[in-house]
């Protein structure tokens, strides 16, 4: 049975948005993406609703960051996060726990980005490095960390009572933190990241127009 001019047109707009909807999803999850900032861990470098667009490459590539680069993650599950009097520095991975296993669980979660929070940090220390926080600094196998992206009169140390302080990064993992220090749950509390777990690294700011340009 031949069909209708009229249906034959409708299946090729269907295909057409079909196709349309699949490279956007390709292009979002393998390439880049825009975002807006709606936190204030990474004050004063990046502010509320400035406008971003983030490089997705990584993730395709999973390929190491560098020291200072900014990064978005999957948060880590909550049995993730020290409690008060709680902290093992033999084992300072952040858990991801209760992962989804179906291939639709994981379009859900990892395609469209439903269901999963995420942080955006600057990495701090590369796998196999030495990190110590005292006095209000950060050491990096035994040499201060020079951060000039710091606010004036901001210091680094160890959230709560306990925390991840003295430690060598695992293999394939990052240390991050949020450049405004008092206000960031970031990788003091959770423990290092795994470069699976890396969503991408933010590249371009475009808005406010004033400041548009590489981050840093």
Request: aromatic residues 10%; charged residues 25%.
């Amino acid at each position: 049975m031949e069909l209708s001019s009229k249906t034959k047109d409708i299946l090729e707009w269907i295909a057409c948005i079909l196709i349309a909807l699949v490279l956007a999803l390709v292009i979002r999850y393998y390439v880049g993406t825009p975002t807006i900032v709606q936190q204030v861990s990474m004050y004063p470098t990046l502010k509320q609703n400035q406008r971003l667009i983030l490089n997705r490459w990584v993730r395709t590539t999973k390929t190491m960051p560098n020291r200072g680069d900014i990064i978005t993650f999957e948060a880590p599950s909550s049995d993730s996060y020290i409690l008060p009097t709680q902290s093992d520095s033999n084992n300072v991975t952040a858990k991801y726990s209760n992962e989804p296993t179906s291939f639709f669980g994981k379009l859900v979660r990892y395609g469209l980005e439903i269901g999963k929070d995420s942080y955006i940090k600057r990495v701090i220390a590369l796998p196999g490095e030495h990190v110590e926080i005292k006095d209000g600094k950060v050491y990096i196998n035994g040499d201060e960390l020079q951060e000039d992206y710091l606010q004036s009169g901001i210091v680094t140390d160890i959230l709560g009572t306990c925390g991840f302080d003295d430690f060598v990064v695992p293999e394939n993992c990052v240390f991050a933190m949020g450049d405004n220090r008092n206000h960031s749950t970031d990788c003091r509390s959770f423990g290092c990241i795994p470069l699976e777990k890396i969503e991408s690294k933010v590249w371009i700011r475009i808005w406010p127009l004033n400041l548009f340009g590489k981050v840093k």
